[in-house]
């Protein structure tokens, strides 16, 4: 049994509608609060592939976040490896790194290479540090052009960087939301080659899909969320039990606890 790394107690988390929407909607709801996550008790084991499997506006996103501290949530408790995301905000970061959908923290004016030698020494990285980790990854995620403004790239290209950047530190546990959207075929596969070499280099990871098929080819366990709880949680043969079958598909599991 691997130890528990990632821990969570009574998390939950509520947000407010963007002021642009409450003003389309009625006085009665534009001051009711969104619940994007409900009573969250969780305990994760290290050095594995956990799949994060919901709708939007399951959670999925909203936990990673509060996983890498990016946000505190509104009651509860959450420990990564024994430390508090509320007092050891710092400690967990040189720990985690996390892949989003958004290229936001990137400078668009600088260039790619620019862009990671800065990230590289924000990571306390030297330089010599830092072009190696750089070349390697360029290599396994194909970029063959480095030089161009940022917001020259493509999506899928902005995407490649995002992952680059998270992984340039080598940190212990790595948290993906849809990686692999944006990227084409052969790229997605070798990102989840990559991803599973990871783990046998004793990462922990959490990758959050709407792909099932993905998700069944590289993790070890799966969360199954809806609505900001916890629908299922552990095995493809221990959710199976959940349905009373031996032999459902992964997609079969998630249809039925989600009640699609």
Known sequence: MNTILIELKN?????????????ILSFNFKNTPVCALENINL??????????LGTNGAGKTTLLKIISTLILPDTGTVKINKYSTEHDDQKIKSIIGLVTTEERDFYWRLNGRQNLDFFSTMYGLNKKQAEGRINKLFKVFGVDYQ???????????????????????????????EPTKSLDYNTSLELLKYITILKQQGKTILFATHNITEAEQICDRFLVLNRGRILGFGTKEELGKRIHSDSATLTEIYLKLTGK
Request: aromatic share 12%; no cysteine.
């Open 11 to 23: 998390v939950s988390k509520s947000f407010y509608p963007p002021l642009a929407w409450r003003k």
């Open 43 to 52: 305990s994760l084991p290290g050095k594995s592939i956990i799949g994060v």
């Open 147 to 177: 030089d161009k403004r940022f917001d020259s790239y493509s999506t899928g290209m902005k995407r490649k960087f995002s992952l680059i950047r998270a992984l340039l530190h080598n940190p212990g546990i790595l948290l993906f939301d």
